[in-house]
């Protein structure tokens, strides 16, 4: 379950990025046109934004607290850049502690509901499998 959160936090991230290199080659087509060197826009951390999506990758597959300098810098740049990201990521993120450190059953149904209807808010189409699966096998006592 946690697994298919991280997919779907990814499937997020890819969709940005292949938002990301559509953009970057129009503006290179654009820069051809007018006879100009294309120039790509840098972020503070030196990144386009193509690489920073492409970069970003491995650190989301990680729990904030094990993040290295640099992760957290691209990640900060992600956020601030695609709030959807954050979003997903933190809803990526307290699944998997729903089911690490919750210990009662009872309890771990009552933040799963909670955590489903979060998702349901949120409208992520990638996170549906894991929702409609917690949706199914939630049986309330």
């Not at 080659?25 to 051809?32: D, W």
């Not at 597959?61 to 691209?74: G, I, M, P, S």
């Not at 990521?89 to 209807?117: C, G, M, P, V, Y």
């Given at each position: 379950?946690?697994k298919?959160?991280?997919?779907?936090?990814q499937?997020?991230r890819?969709?940005?990025?292949?938002?990301?290199?559509?953009?970057?080659?129009?503006?290179?087509?654009?820069?051809?046109?007018q006879k100009?060197?294309?120039?790509?826009?840098m972020?503070?951390n030196?990144?386009?934004?193509?690489?920073?999506?492409?970069?970003?990758?491995?650190?989301f597959?990680?729990?904030?607290?094990?993040?290295?300098?640099?992760q957290?810098?691209r990640?900060?740049?992600?956020?601030?850049l695609?709030?959807d990201?954050?979003?997903?990521?933190?809803?990526?993120?307290?699944l998997?502690?729903?089911?690490?450190?919750?210990?009662?059953?009872?309890i771990a149904?009552?933040?799963?509901?909670?955590?489903h209807?979060e998702?349901?808010v949120?409208?992520?189409?990638?996170?549906?499998?894991i929702?409609?699966?917690?949706?199914?096998?939630?049986q309330?006592?």
């Amino acid at each position: 379950m946690q697994k298919l959160a991280t997919e779907a936090l990814q499937e997020i991230r890819i969709k940005h990025r292949w938002e990301a290199i559509d953009q970057e080659n129009e503006a290179i087509e654009e820069a051809k046109s007018q006879k100009k060197r294309y120039e790509p826009v840098m972020l503070s951390n030196g990144d386009t934004v193509k690489q920073l999506l492409a970069r970003s990758r491995y650190s989301f597959y990680k729990r904030k607290e094990k993040w290295t300098l640099t992760q957290k810098e691209r990640a900060e740049l992600v956020f601030d850049l695609f709030p959807d990201i954050e979003k997903a990521h933190k809803l990526s993120q307290r699944l998997t502690h729903i089911f690490n450190h919750t210990k009662d059953k009872i309890i771990a149904f009552t933040k799963l509901a909670k955590w489903h209807e979060e998702v349901r808010v949120a409208g992520f189409k990638s996170f549906n499998t894991i929702s409609k699966t917690i949706e199914t096998h939630y049986q309330p006592s």
